[in-house]
């Protein structure tokens, strides 16, 4: 990722182009081509095996859940999120409840399993981010283990002086950044001897190949320019976590700009975006949340999707049409059908800019059940490889280069991403049969889509068919 290289984003205003008008948002040719598949729960194993579709489908990157030793919840039951009554127990946040710095835990696998899933990423050329949390440990805190402990200076020590103290204003930074959330006490990320034993953990998984991050809770730890907690001398986590500063004689093993490093920086009042945008790319969570009501309503016109909602330029955005925590906790997302999110991925992926990250939803899951069959470590469901993602994951990397051009339905309901005069995504949001009339930057001539194999002319400067319901179309 290059680094401190930010432009302002530029609203422009939308044009409909059901008469035939374009330009309704074009970017400088300047793009990003990568694709993350986020294998949320699936175990080390269960990557491994999957790698080779991961690769043919298209993906750059598959992220997987934290890989470090976690708190055993619930007698070590490997459930999703179980509920009374159900024979098998467990939840899956408990691998973000860390008790050492290790590779390896239950939930997911051990080393051996981690640096397999490795030596199958490098034979497949798929690169590996992983999910890293510093910022607290398990709620039970006297689960941490003695390495940790002892690394950094007596348990006492690892955590901030008010890391104990819950939160009540998170859009108070030093309370952001120095107290309890949800339970999970504060570490002290600011003591050097927590920070070499981190960073230890960390350059081991770089010795094993992985290339990138992704910092859980990022807003929570403190930039230089926020408060200090009393027992910190400086907030200085985020340069030795990207390599910028060693601590104790350790670094970073590998240069951050050869990395891909983002940070879950939830937007909301005083969040200081552009500053950590200084150390890493950003999640883009305003952006996701505006996506998912134009989905929700079958209509473009029902949000704002023509910026990116965000202060940093969308060259260094990790975007999304659904996360994790939209889905599986308060299932903001969960009640979207498989078939809207795929417009949502085709809609960010075929655009210029940002880095879609598609979250793999559980295997067997419904708008009914969202836990589906409910185990840790299984594969999630096919929709990762549905051909519709697959063509426009192929299509974002055909179109490097390219600068975009939205267009959009009179109704809303149909949105053209066009790619220079090179391609286009076709995208019917609604659950009726769309004929349209749309403007492009095609030739005149005749296509046949690569998923549907259904044909479109273009003549005049405009591309006319017909699309079914929540279907999207691939022509290049």
Not at 357 to 372: I, V
Request: hydrophobic letters at 35%; glycine letters at 8%.
């Amino acid at each position: 990722m290059k680094k401190n290289l930010f432009y302002a984003v530029t609203a422009l205003g939308l044009l409909s182009a059901c008469s035939g008008s374009k330009d309704a948002a074009v970017g400088n040719a300047d793009t990003n081509d990568d694709v993350i598949l986020h294998a949320w729960s699936w175990s080390f194993d269960t990557i491994a095996a999957n790698m080779k579709e991961i690769a043919e489908s298209g993906y750059a990157y598959v992220q997987t859940s934290p890989a470090n030793t976690c708190f055993i919840g619930e007698d070590g039951g490997m459930a999703l999120f179980s509920q009374e009554g159900d024979s098998v127990r467990g939840k899956w946040y408990y691998y973000y409840q860390p008790i050492d710095w290790k590779i390896g835990n239950y939930l997911l696998g051990n080393r051996d399993q981690f640096k397999a899933m490795m030596d199958s990423a490098n034979k497949y050329g798929v690169k590996v981010i992983v999910d890293v949390l510093p910022n607290h440990t398990a709620i039970d805190h006297t689960a941490v283990l003695p390495d940790l402990n002892n690394a950094v200076g007596g348990h006492d020590k690892l955590y901030h002086a008010n890391g104990f103290t819950p939160i009540k204003d998170y859009n108070d930074r030093y309370e952001c950044t120095t107290g309890e959330m949800g339970g999970l006490p504060d570490v002290n990320t600011e003591n050097p001897d927590f920070q070499h034993y981190y960073m230890t953990y960390v350059n081991d998984l770089l010795s094993l190949g992985v290339k990138g991050f992704r910092y859980d809770t990022a807003k929570h730890i403190g930039l230089p320019s926020d408060p200090l907690d009393s027992l910190a001398t400086r907030n200085n986590f985020w340069d030795v976590a990207t390599g910028r500063e060693e601590v104790k004689g350790l670094k970073m093993s590998v240069p951050a700009d050869s990395l891909f490093i983002y940070g879950e920086v939830l937007q909301d009042k005083n969040v200081k975006e552009e500053e950590y945008a200084e150390y890493m790319d950003l999640t883009a969570s305003s952006y996701g949340h505006a996506l998912r009501n134009v989905l929700d309503k079958g209509n473009f016109s029902a949000d704002s999707l023509l910026t990116w909602h965000h202060p940093v330029d969308g060259k260094h955005l990790v975007t999304w049409v659904e996360s994790h925590d939209t889905y599986a906790n308060a299932h903001e997302s969960a009640g979207l059908t498989d078939e809207q999110i795929r417009m949502g991925w085709v809609f960010l992926t075929a655009r210029q800019n940002g880095t879609p990250l598609f979250f793999s939803r559980p295997a067997g899951s419904t708008r009914e059940n969202y836990w589906g069959n409910n185990r840790v470590g299984a594969r999630g469901n096919d929709e990762f490889k549905h051909p519709e993602v697959v063509a426009v994951n192929k299509f974002r990397r055909a179109m490097h280069g390219e600068e975009e051009t939205i267009n959009v339905s009179d109704n809303g309901a149909v949105i053209e991403v066009g790619r220079g005069s090179k391609g286009a995504a076709l995208i019917n949001l609604s659950a009726s049969v769309q004929e349209v009339s749309l403007a492009t930057n095609l030739p005149d001539g005749t296509y046949t889509d690569k998923v549907n194999n259904t044909t479109f002319t273009v003549a005049d400067g405009k591309i006319a068919g017909s699309l079914q319901p929540l279907t999207s179309y691939l022509i290049y």
